[in-house]
């Protein structure tokens, strides 16, 4: 079998039903792209040195892995690359965890955007299996929106912030977007499903 030729999918699902080439392929294929973002995001810190952002990668492969690798089998697929953002957005949080100190919150700071408008998670999809209502709302989002240039970095925005948990500003670091851009199109999201969809 040749892993080089399969798609990204096609290697994540061999991966997890344990092939050794497979793991192989995915070293190849995806440990530059969490070291390049690894690198990107201590440079916003500090000057990046080689061992720092070894160990950083390794952290990555490590929660990637971690408990059976969870993450990655709960990863929900939109599209072919939606994978290696994915991967950026896990590798930006691990650089972000090693360069948060527990003395900042002490002292009133804090490394999550203000004011965020957009309705909590558990507020949206309170009481309706998320799988069955992720489906349908893809499906009529969609629908809807199927003339727009950017509607599949949308429908992933909606995905990585309702069904991935991850906050406005870390999907900001994925896109060339601010965290009000982010927000804004989610909150257009939302009303678009709740008027339309749900």
């Not at 720092?52 to 939109?78: E, G, H, I, P, T």
């Not at 989002?141 to 309702?162: P, S, T, V």
Request: charged fraction near 30%; aromatic fraction near 8%.
């Amino acid at each position: 079998m040749n892993c080089q030729e399969l798609s990204d999918r096609e290697l994540v699902d061999l991966c997890l039903q344990g092939e050794q080439q497979a793991w192989t392929e995915f070293l190849r294929r995806f440990q530059p792209i969490i070291a390049r973002v690894v690198a990107t995001t201590i440079r916003r810190r500090t000057q990046p040195d080689g061992a720092l952002v070894d160990d950083l990668v390794q952290n990555v492969l490590v929660k990637l892995c971690d408990r059976d690798c969870r993450a990655m089998r709960s990863f929900r697929w939109l599209n072919e690359n939606s994978f290696r953002g994915f991967l950026k957005v896990v590798s930006s949080n691990v650089v972000q965890d090693h360069f948060r100190k527990p003395a900042s919150r002490l002292e009133g700071g804090f490394d999550e955007e203000d004011g965020l408008d957009v309705p909590e998670r558990k507020d949206f999809v309170h009481g309706v299996d998320t799988d069955v209502l992720v489906q349908k709302l893809l499906a009529c989002l969609r629908k809807l929106l199927g003339a727009e240039e950017d509607l599949e970095q949308n429908l992933n925005i909606f995905l990585f912030y309702y069904v991935r948990g991850f906050t406005a500003k870390e999907i900001s670091r994925l896109y060339p977007l601010t965290i009000k851009a982010v927000e804004n199109t989610l909150l257009r999201m939302v009303r678009i499903a709740k008027a339309r969809c749900i």
